[in-house]
């Protein structure tokens, strides 16, 4: 399947390691994201910029600047929001926090939040346990590829060895 099929499907990926696109603007970065609406959706696309810099407000602040040159939180910031310009109906995100001081994993986990529940459905990728757990509907465990428990978030809470062996509890 070609990634084109793949957006037009409603699927949108938020990478590891915030792979923007460094000699482009962030105005250009956002616009890319949209690339498979057409100019007869120019309207749509611009409206969906505004709601872009207005849940990213610093990404407007920077939108001349080069992706490049952002940091590391304002570049995933950027990876996020240019995965929603496709309007997606389900975002995969792999490793957000990944790299990212406290401060921002904490602003990306709200972002996260948010968006499902804004009806986003999120299949997310995540090695900060805690974190990945207060935005979760429902997670599997893994272990060297293999699935070794999955469950609710409540269900976690009440198996003792789990959370012995992934929260550090007691």
Request: charged residues 20%; aromatic residues 6%.
């Amino acid at each position: 399947m070609e990634q084109e099929e793949i957006l037009n499907q409603g699927l949108a990926l938020v990478p590891e390691n915030r792979l923007v696109f460094p000699d482009m603007s962030v105005h250009e970065n956002l616009l890319a994201g949209a690339f498979t609406k057409s100019r007869a959706m120019a309207v749509e696309v611009s409206e969906d910029i505004d709601k872009m810099y207005a849940r990213f407000p610093i990404l407007k602040t920077r939108h001349n600047q080069l992706a490049g040159t952002l940091s590391g939180g304002e570049q995933q910031m950027l990876t996020l929001a240019r995965a929603l310009m496709s309007r997606p109906t389900i975002l995969l995100m792999d490793e957000p926090s990944v790299g990212l001081s406290p401060l921002i994993v904490n602003e990306i986990f709200d972002i996260i939040k948010q968006l499902n529940e804004d009806g986003m459905s999120i299949l997310l990728v995540e090695q900060n346990v805690t974190k990945a757990l207060q935005v979760a509907d429902y997670f599997y465990l893994l272990d060297q590829g293999k699935v070794t428990f999955g469950g609710t978030p409540d269900q976690l809470q009440n198996d003792d060895i789990i959370k012995r062996a992934y929260l550090g509890g007691e």
